[in-house]
């Protein structure tokens, strides 16, 4: 490939992030800047499959390997959003996946943690995002219901799969004042996006609204 046809691919990446963030974000109610910014920052092209990085900036899910999907960027942008970060914050994400939604987050919060069930992604991943100078995020490979107790108290955990119900080890692993997003519904029927905040030891539950997601494998949610 040529200088000239790098550019060329720049540029096209580059207008159609900006289609992204007018059309897909902003339109749709993602106000927050920090949360536009790193929409805007991460190259999502690098986080797909070559034969859909054509796609990369359409408003919809695409496969990965091992027979898994990266979220679209309106849902990534708005648990991001929802998760209220400014900052300071230590995170959670249960489902790597491919990373994005990673990276993301390492632009809006201090430390990313996140887990994923299946070693070849979450190897994928930790190359990827080494690649990339995200360097705040750490991998691991395990049962995603379990969290990454070792790291606790976490101030946000996000979960990118549909829950049952709240898992157990979320609640304890989090920060006073923290919040927690995750879909909560049936295994295939969709699921309520829902955000718990921990206050004076009590949990907040507030519904944002119907989402679809693959089910939250592991010993707190579904069966294999």
Not at 170 to 189: A, K, S
Request: net charge negative; aromatic share 8%.
């Amino acid at each position: 490939m040529t200088n000239s046809d790098e550019h060329s691919e720049t540029d096209i990446y580059s207008h159609a992030r900006e289609r992204m963030l007018r059309e897909h974000l902003r339109e749709r109610g993602i106000t927050d800047a920090r949360v536009l910014h790193a929409m805007r920052s991460v190259p999502r092209e690098e986080f797909v499959t070559p034969d859909n990085k054509r796609y990369a900036y359409n408003d919809c899910a695409l496969p990965i390997d091992c027979q898994q999907t990266i979220s679209q960027p309106y849902t990534v942008a708005f648990m991001c959003q929802a998760a209220q970060l400014t900052g300071s914050e230590k995170v959670l994400e249960i489902g790597c996946g491919s990373g994005y939604g990673a990276a993301v987050l390492s632009l809006l919060a201090r430390e990313v943690h996140t887990i994923e069930r299946i070693p070849e992604l979450a190897e994928q991943a930790r190359v990827k995002l080494d690649r990339l100078g995200y360097n705040n995020v750490h991998v691991y490979t395990d049962d995603g219901t379990l969290g990454v107790p070792q790291a606790a108290p976490f101030d946000a955990i996000i979960v990118t799969a549909g829950a049952k119900e709240l898992p157990q080890p979320y609640v304890d692993q989090l920060n006073e004042g923290g919040r927690i997003i995750i879909p909560i519904g049936g295994e295939y029927t969709g699921q309520t996006m829902c955000r718990f905040t921990l206050r004076q030891g009590l949990l907040d539950e507030e519904n944002l609204g119907g989402f679809a997601f693959v089910p939250l494998i592991g010993e707190f949610g579904w069966d294999r």
